[in-house]
């Protein structure tokens, strides 16, 4: 089975900075476009960035450019979400997708469990 796994959510003081790593075990990590995305109770889900294969092209919501960054590193099958001067409103659990509708078509999808942020004071 596909299975992402997100780590290195914590607690950070406004300003500060946080790496989320995401590992997906179970196929080849190349087959797959990751995002991120993030989730505050009583909002939707909302992408926050998004890798191609190989790396090649990245995105991001308004709401994050210039302060986050996305990178990802196919030979320990990883994809990291570097989150620096984080605001109060960054607050969410993220949670990790990997993509692979492109290639194998409809339910080549894989949701991790996701990592809680918490910034405050």
């Known amino acids: 089975q596909v299975q992402p796994v997100e780590s290195g959510g914590g607690l950070v003081q406004p300003g500060g900075s946080l790496r989320l790593s995401c590992t997906v075990s179970?196929?080849?990590?190349?087959?797959?476009?990751m995002k991120w995305y993030r989730q505050t109770p009583g909002k939707e889900r909302e992408l926050v960035a998004r890798?191609?294969?190989?790396?090649?092209?990245?995105n991001y919501a308004d709401f994050v450019k210039g302060r986050f960054t996305i990178s990802r590193d196919n030979s320990k099958n990883t994809v990291y979400l570097q989150m620096n001067s984080l605001k109060l409103e960054d607050t969410a659990v993220y949670y990790c997708?990997?993509?692979?509708?492109?290639?194998?078509?409809?339910?080549?999808?894989?949701w991790g469990r996701g990592t809680q942020v918490t910034v405050l004071l």
């Open positions: 997708n990997a993509d692979a509708e492109d290639l194998y078509g409809p339910g080549s999808n894989y």
């Open positions: 179970g196929f080849t990590f190349s087959s797959f476009v």
């Open positions: 890798i191609t294969r190989f790396g090649a092209r990245s």
